[in-house]
């Protein structure tokens, strides 16, 4: 069965440009998440779906953060416009709901110059 | 301020031997916990949970304890392999709640 994939797998852009990170959960899993992994921070929670429907964004660090789920295969994050501070690998996880695992995908290395 | 503490950065073991993986947290709200391992450019792969009404659970080499008047939790694995050397992330959640806070991850070496 396939995993959560992620695209790209890296992503190198200078100051400014818009950033966009792409995720495909698992068929059937109803819950959907973002992290973001710093040494400075570890993994923190940026946003979750349930249903396609965003339930906590609290994570999120600022407005130039954005992340959509159009529909129950597909979810985006936007970074725009990116920092060097947003450098980082970025995952996406999902879940069948709440006290199930969340199965990662092998996350994007964001590199902002 | 940090709900989930994993105070050792690292633990390095022989083959064979047993392995042993702390974490604390403080949150007393916490009912579900998780371990999760991680080799290098891969995302976190989910190894075993338990909650908050078991004090342990087993699936194969790996047992979770939970102490939940020291709020403490710890991760077994015996015997310890060389292809058990990665990451390993505790993680836990308020009851109901999708929210995973994790910790920041000890990173065990199994020398052969």
């Known amino acids: 069965d396939a995993g959560v994939i992620q695209s790209p797998r890296h992503e190198v852009t200078e100051m400014g440009q818009e950033v966009t990170l792409r995720c495909k959960p698992i068929?059937?899993?109803?819950?959907l998440f973002w992290y973001r992994q710093t040494m400075m921070r570890g993994l923190e929670l940026l946003i979750y779906f349930n249903n396609n429907v965003p339930i906590d964004d609290s994570g999120m660090p600022e407005d130039r953060f954005s992340a959509k789920m159009p529909n129950a295969s597909f979810s985006t994050l936007k970074i725009q416009p990116s920092e060097p501070r947003d450098s980082a690998v970025y995952f996406c996880?999902?879940?069948?709901?709440?006290?199930?695992?969340?199965?990662f995908g092998d996350g994007t290395r964001l590199s902002i110059l | 301020d940090q709900q989930v503490k994993q105070n050792s950065p690292s633990l390095s073991v022989q083959e064979g031997r047993i392995s042993i993986l702390n974490c604390d947290y403080t949150n007393s709200m916490f009912d579900y916990f998780l371990w999760y391992k991680k080799y290098p450019a891969e995302g976190p792969t989910f190894l075993i949970s338990?909650?908050?009404?078991?004090d342990k659970n087993e699936d194969g080499r790996f047992t979770v304890f939970l102490n939940k008047s020291a709020k403490h939790l710890s991760l077994h694995i015996v015997p310890s392999q060389p292809g058990d050397s990665a990451v390993y992330f505790c993680?836990?959640?308020?009851?109901?709640?999708?929210?995973?806070?994790f910790g920041k991850g000890t990173k065990l070496t199994v020398n052969p």
């Open positions: 068929s059937g899993h109803n819950s």
């Open positions: 338990i909650s908050s009404i078991k």
């Open positions: 996880a999902s879940s069948l709901g709440a006290s199930k695992p969340q199965h």
């Open positions: 993680a836990a959640s308020v009851g109901g709640s999708e929210k995973l806070v």
